[in-house]
């Protein structure tokens, strides 16, 4: 939350959804039990995403890799009041990234400095390591419904992001895993694709498992080429693990999605405290709430700031 935003947005900005895409996500199995995969076409989510914060190239690529992820991870939690957030906190010109994603896999998310603007990298691609920072934390709180989340940090290995997610799997899980995550910018832009996938030996594994599914994800394109083409989700994971029989469990549509209300911002409010509470409505009539996620806009009239301050 943010009070008195100064960008200019709205619901406005939000385009319809495009009819022609359906299922978006696919979970699956292989049929030796031995790998989950899961696998996002997260072209309309970034897109949405930098409608909303006005993002610029760098930081639509930093921040959707990280809402791919976070939608992806946010499939694999147990129940429906589960919610997991991931934080990039990197000395990166891009500040801290923030994303939430709830137990169906729907996203939100924002980055502090969403204006960064930065040459290409060597290899003539976005710097995404270069905006985030090559040192810091990656954090992941998992809103369990329990009185305390779960909370898991790892330094930052190298701010792109998908390398940073597989690490935290392997250090604060133990599961051995595989990430890719990409964000094509148009020359207008807007997304062109973006997407990634997640693949991970389950506890059971043969240890050969991992090696086959590292050769194949060397012999694939990247994955923001592979959506660009046309490939869907269930494609995608079909291609990498030819090698394998692969079973669905579950296909469907994420979205970009935030579940802000009045009522959520007036609970932070309260949370304030009495006297911050009374500090703003001395001084103004009313003061305006943003929501940091969507941007929408909150008034508040000063003496409603009295009554939740108890007076
Ligand atoms: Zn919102």
Redesign the pocket.
């Known amino acids: 939350m943010r009070s008195r935003g100064h960008r200019s947005s709205g619901s406005t900005l939000w385009p319809e959804r495009k009819s022609s895409v359906t299922d978006n996500f696919v979970k699956i199995i292989t049929g030796d039990g031995f790998v989950r995969g899961f696998a996002l076409n997260s072209t309309e989510i970034v897109e949405r995403a930098r409608q909303i914060h006005s993002t610029a190239p760098v930081v639509t690529a930093a921040l959707g890799r990280t809402l791919t992820a976070t939608s992806m991870m946010g499939t694999m939690l147990k129940d429906e009041n589960c919610a997991i957030t991931v934080q990039i906190k990197g000395d990166g010109p891009i500040g801290s990234i923030l994303c939430v994603s709830d137990f169906s896999g729907n996203v939100?998310g924002y980055a502090a400095n969403p204006l960064v603007d930065l040459p290409l990298n060597g290899l003539g691609k976005l710097d995404v390591a270069g905006g985030v920072g090559r040192s810091g934390f990656l954090n992941i709180i998992k809103d369990l419904g329990l009185r305390e989340p779960y909370v898991g940090q790892v330094p930052i290995v190298s701010g792109e992001i998908a390398e940073d997610i597989t690490h935290y799997f392997a250090v604060s899980e133990q599961v051995p895993t595989v990430t890719a995550l990409g964000v094509l910018v148009d020359r207008d832009y807007s997304v062109k694709a973006a997407g990634g996938y997640i693949l991970q030996l389950m506890p059971n594994a043969d240890e050969s498992a991992i090696e086959k599914l590292e050769r194949a994800v060397a012999k694939v394109k990247p994955v923001s080429t592979l959506i660009d083409e046309g490939k869907t989700p269930a494609e995608i994971l079909r291609a990498l693990l030819c090698e394998f029989d692969v079973e669905i469990l579950e296909q469907s549509y994420k979205e970009y999605r935030?579940?802000?209300s009045r009522e959520r911002i007036e609970r932070a409010l309260i949370s304030l405290g009495r006297e911050e509470l009374l500090k703003l409505a001395q001084e103004q009539q009313s003061i305006e709430v943003s929501?940091?996620?969507?941007?929408?806009k909150y008034q508040v009239p000063a003496d409603e700031l009295r009554h939740f301050a108890g007076l």
């Open positions: 939100r935030c579940n802000c929501c940091q996620f969507c941007e929408r």
